[in-house]
């Protein structure tokens, strides 16, 4: 099975990288991480902070908006939150297991002989947890978490020393793509966050937005799922030995994994 024509084929790849977000990009937001990840969230904001339920489910909402996450907006408050004990409340507690094997993805990422890499505001055990459940593990060749772009975070002395920083500052994403050591013009990044998207535009990456049908004006691609990656993008196969088709070396049954039933706008 052919994905692409000859131009394309005799084509090189116009990708080094492809940069991929984790929680709602390489599995689905309905499979009921997010929602339990909220709910814990909230009891974190109830128990530890003292806020009300009905404050904290809005407060958790406006930090999110205008922060990035719900510890960098505690901490610019003046909550001496500890990132650590944060991160063990509220990812600690998820239910893993409702994440499955991804048997499909596994053989579309494997078939990709590009570099790619995990770029997720969560902490590292949790982004280890989830590609683990997933069957990923293997597929990626960094992880980019909330560590790498909060370095210093553990030596600082005072709240406003070490601002936490994250997905969608533009001084995370550079943190990011200098750690990631990337060219941007030829690195593709994929998250489900729009607001995510235009940063990565702002710094000159190739973007695509996971999970929707519309692309937005920062988006250069839209996917519906992840998992329609090889039908709307083909040229990320491209570039092998004298231009080859990294595809061609991958069996038929292979192919047929990596095909999405329903495309995009369909």
């Known amino acids: 099975m052919d994905f692409c024509g000859k131009s394309l084929r ?4 116009p990708f080094d990288c492809l940069v991929f977000d984790l929680d709602d990009t390489l599995y689905h937001s309905k499979t009921g991480i997010a929602e339990a990840c909220k709910r814990n969230i909230e009891e974190f904001l109830v128990q530890k902070c ?24 505690l901490r610019a408050l003046g909550y001496n939150i500890d990132a ?37 505001n969560s902490d590292r055990n949790h982004a280890i947890k989830v590609l683990d459940r997933l069957g990923l593990q293997d597929c990626f060749d960094q992880i980019i978490c909330f560590e790498t772009m909060n370095p210093n975070l ?7 020393e070490f601002p936490v920083i994250l997905k969608p500052s533009l001084d995370a994403m550079k943190i990011a793509l200098d750690a990631a050591n ?3 013009p030829r690195t593709l990044f994929l998250d489900d966050n729009v607001r995510n998207i235009a940063a990565g535009k702002a710094l ?27 039908q709307v993008i083909p040229e ?11 595809r061609i070396k991958r069996t038929g049954s292979e192919l047929d994994a990596t095909l999405p039933t329903t495309p995009v706008g369909a």
């Open 204 to 230: 000159g990456l190739r973007t695509v937005l996971v999970g929707k049908t519309m692309k937005t004006k920062e988006a250069d691609y839209v996917l519906e799922t992840v998992h329609n990656l090889a």
């Open 154 to 160: 553990p030596k600082s002395t005072r709240l406003d």
């Open 10 to 13: 005799d084509s090189t790849s």
């Open 84 to 120: 650590d004990d944060y991160h063990s409340f509220v990812h600690g507690r998820l239910p893993y297991e409702l994440i499955k094997p991804d048997s499909q993805l596994r053989s579309l990422l494997r078939s990709i002989a590009l570099r790619k890499i995990i770029l997720t």
């Open 50 to 73: 003292g806020f009300g339920e009905t404050k904290a489910s809005s407060l958790r909402v406006e930090l999110f908006k205008n922060y990035g996450s719900t510890l960098a907006g």
């Open 182 to 184: 990337v060219n941007p």
């Open 236 to 246: 990320i196969w491209l570039g092998g030995k004298d231009g080859e088709d990294q």
